[in-house]
């Protein structure tokens, strides 16, 4: 059996635990562990065997017009290319081919915040109908048009970030003449036409501070979401000013989590892949399980073991976190 050897202060863990028995009302003791295909992840106590499952598309590359300070576009570097929607499909046709059965489609954003989805929505309707593959979107800022184009496609699920403070959409996103009012109308926009929405918070996101998130979540928590993701600035994923800056401390990750948990009590809360790794990202995980996340990507080693010893029952999984509220609900397997 692994050990985690984190000390945690009486107080501190007292105030998690109060997390953990709000998810264990609402949920019960199964905990998920994710390891979605974009890459190889093994530790001691969590690994997958079998066929890939999920994947993550690009459909612009490696480009982003906006080049924002939070990835510089290096989180689409990991994405299988699919630049037009004849691409797209070729590509879909090869992976379910191969035995995947869910996508995440994403891309790079303009000089507006927009993921520019609508020359792809009649290819992505056509790789859920006659593919019968899972397709989400993790989308930038959306408006009405676009929000409606998503639904006649017919997409399982929306994931957007939502930021909570003007100064961090201006300075890290490189966005000075949108506002935290963009970011609440498109979750509005998403939610009227019926989609199923994941919002994402990024801890940290303003330099390493915490600076807008605790609106962030009570904008998401305004429009009841299916379930919501929280992850972690990760600073070598940005430019090189940002990579002299920190990412919070675990202790500070951790409030932003107890406080999501306890804002949406019955909302499926998942840590998502991205976070800094090392010692930081042992206690980040263990503090978010006593916060009472529903489940953790790519989780640290002894985390899993950990989860046993505080009273979960562990299930891993192949699949995007994001598509926790489908597992649950039994639309598709773990």
Same mark, same amino acid.
């Given at each position: 059996?692994?050990?985690?050897?984190?000390?945690?202060?009486?107080?501190?863990?007292?105030?998690?635990?109060?997390?953990?028995?709000? !998810?264990?009302?609402?949920?019960?003791?199964?905990?998920?562990?994710?390891?979605?295909?974009?890459?190889?992840?093994?530790?001691?106590?969590?690994?997958?065997?079998?066929?890939?499952?999920?994947?993550?598309?690009?459909?612009?590359?490696?480009?982003?017009?906006?080049?924002?300070?939070?990835?510089?576009?290096?989180?689409?570097?990991?994405?299988?290319?699919?630049?037009?929607?004849? !691409?797209?499909?070729?590509?879909?046709?090869?992976?379910?081919?191969?035995?995947?059965?869910?996508?995440?489609?994403?891309?790079?954003?303009?000089?507006?915040?927009?993921?520019?989805?609508?020359?792809?929505?009649?290819?992505?309707? !056509?790789?859920?109908?006659?593919?019968?593959?899972?397709?989400?979107?993790?989308?930038?800022?959306?408006?009405?048009?676009?929000?409606?184009?998503? #639904?006649?496609?017919?997409?399982?699920?929306?994931?957007?970030?939502?930021?909570?403070?003007?100064?961090?959409?201006?300075?890290?996103?490189?966005?000075?003449?949108?506002?935290?009012?963009?970011?609440?109308?498109?979750?509005?926009?998403?939610?009227?036409?019926?989609? !199923?929405?994941?919002?994402?918070?990024?801890?940290?996101?303003?330099?390493?501070?915490?600076?807008?998130?605790?609106?962030?979540?009570?904008?998401?928590?305004?429009?009841?979401?299916?379930?919501?993701?929280?992850?972690?600035?990760?600073?070598?994923?940005?430019?090189?000013?940002?990579?002299?800056?920190?990412?919070?401390?675990?202790?500070?990750?951790?409030?932003?989590?107890?406080?999501?948990?306890?804002?949406?009590?019955?909302?499926?809360?998942?840590?998502?892949?991205?976070?800094?790794?090392?010692?930081? #990202?042992?206690?980040?995980?263990?503090?978010?399980?006593?916060?009472?996340?529903?489940?953790?990507?790519?989780?640290?080693?002894?985390?899993?073991?950990?989860?046993?010893?505080?009273?979960?029952?562990?299930?891993?999984?192949?699949?995007?976190?994001?598509?926790?509220?489908?597992?649950?609900?039994?639309?598709?397997?773990?």
């Amino acid at each position: 059996m692994l050990d985690i050897d984190i000390e945690i202060k009486e107080s501190l863990f007292d105030k998690l635990r109060e997390g953990l028995e709000i !998810r264990l009302k609402n949920f019960g003791k199964k905990v998920y562990f994710h390891s979605p295909g974009f890459k190889h992840y093994e530790v001691e106590d969590f690994h997958l065997k079998g066929p890939v499952r999920f994947v993550d598309i690009s459909i612009t590359g490696k480009r982003c017009e906006l080049m924002c300070d939070h990835c510089a576009s290096k989180i689409l570097w990991h994405m299988i290319p699919a630049e037009t929607p004849d !691409r797209l499909w070729k590509v879909c046709e090869d992976l379910r081919s191969q035995g995947v059965t869910g996508i995440l489609i994403s891309g790079g954003s303009n000089r507006d915040g927009i993921v520019e989805l609508h020359p792809f929505l009649n290819t992505m309707r !056509r790789v859920r109908e006659e593919l019968g593959m899972i397709v989400t979107c993790h989308v930038g800022l959306v408006d009405r048009g676009l929000a409606e184009g998503l #639904r006649e496609a017919g997409v399982d699920a929306v994931l957007l970030d939502i930021i909570g403070d003007d100064e961090t959409i201006a300075r890290v996103y490189k966005l000075p003449h949108r506002s935290v009012r963009d970011y609440y109308d498109s979750l509005k926009n998403l939610k009227e036409a019926g989609l !199923r929405i994941v919002p994402h918070v990024i801890i940290g996101l303003h330099y390493g501070k915490i600076k807008g998130e605790f609106r962030a979540l009570d904008m998401i928590a305004d429009h009841d979401p299916d379930a919501l993701v929280l992850v972690v600035v990760m600073p070598y994923y940005g430019k090189a000013n940002f990579q002299l800056l920190p990412p919070p401390k675990p202790e500070e990750g951790a409030e932003v989590v107890l406080y999501a948990r306890k804002l949406m009590p019955s909302v499926p809360i998942m840590i998502g892949c991205a976070r800094p790794a090392g010692p930081d #990202r042992v206690k980040f995980d263990v503090y978010s399980l006593l916060a009472g996340v529903n489940g953790i990507a790519f989780p640290a080693e002894g985390v899993v073991t950990y989860s046993k010893e505080i009273g979960l029952e562990p299930v891993l999984s192949p699949s995007c976190c994001s598509t926790v509220f489908m597992i649950q609900a039994g639309v598709i397997e773990p």
